[in-house]
């Protein structure tokens, strides 16, 4: 693949598998021979709360992602790739799950969940490589909703530039979950990477 030195921002809320995405991916770049340091910052990880972590893959200091440098930035959430959007230049990859999780806090207020559409259009204007896929329906596609980080993990492995091979990333999936879910895992995978391809 073609560069070593990649940043990847993971957002999205707490309960959609963030962490365990991020650990499969470092673990991946690991076994291929790369450094790869990671930091997490969880909200408050139960569900609804925001949750990402930064992945640098390549020979840096910092775990932390400086703004305006990521490569990909991948949300679990329509709303988190919007909070997470500082990290972004107009070349980022941006992939995100386009189901909202509507917080109980705006379900008890007289505010409303911003149209996804409008946000994936307002994206599109503004960033040159933008990819809104329906990931939960992956996921229940490939026979379960739980596989949607591993839906969204297939679709980041088709930039071009990310340093990871999709049979690296399956082999690290298989290190990290349950060998009862691995055909389901491996159908999400092919099911993100062919809504992006």
């Known amino acids: 693949m073609s560069n070593e030195n990649y940043n990847i921002y993971i957002c999205g809320v707490g309960g959609q598998g ?9 673990e991946a770049a690991m076994n291929q021979g790369l450094k790869v340091t990671m930091s997490e910052i969880h909200g408050m990880s139960q569900r609804e ?6 992945l640098r893959i390549g020979d840096y200091d910092s775990s ?5 440098t990521a490569d990909m930035l991948l949300s679990f959430e329509p709303i988190e790739v919007v909070k997470g959007l500082n990290k972004a230049h107009k070349d980022t990859k941006i992939v995100f799950n386009t189901t909202p999780i ?3 806090s705006l379900s008890s207020s007289d505010k409303s969940y911003p149209s996804v559409d409008k946000i994936t259009s307002t994206l599109k204007e ?7 896929i329906d990931g939960d329906k992956l996921a229940i596609d490939a026979g379960n909703i739980v596989s ?5 993990l297939g679709a980041i492995v088709t930039d071009d530039n990310f340093p990871l091979s999709k049979e690296s990333v399956i082999e690290s999936m298989k290190n990290n979950l349950n060998p009862k879910f691995h055909e389901l895992n491996i159908k999400a995978i092919e099911n993100g990477f062919n809504a992006v391809k």
């Open 18 to 26: 963030i962490i365990k995405t991020s650990v499969i991916i470092g």
């Open 49 to 54: 709360g925001s949750v990402s972590t930064e």
């Open 64 to 68: 932390i992602i400086p703004n305006h």
């Open 126 to 132: 503004n960033f040159n490589n933008v990819h809104a």
């Open 148 to 152: 949607l980080n591993m839906v969204l």
């Open 102 to 104: 509507i917080p109980s």
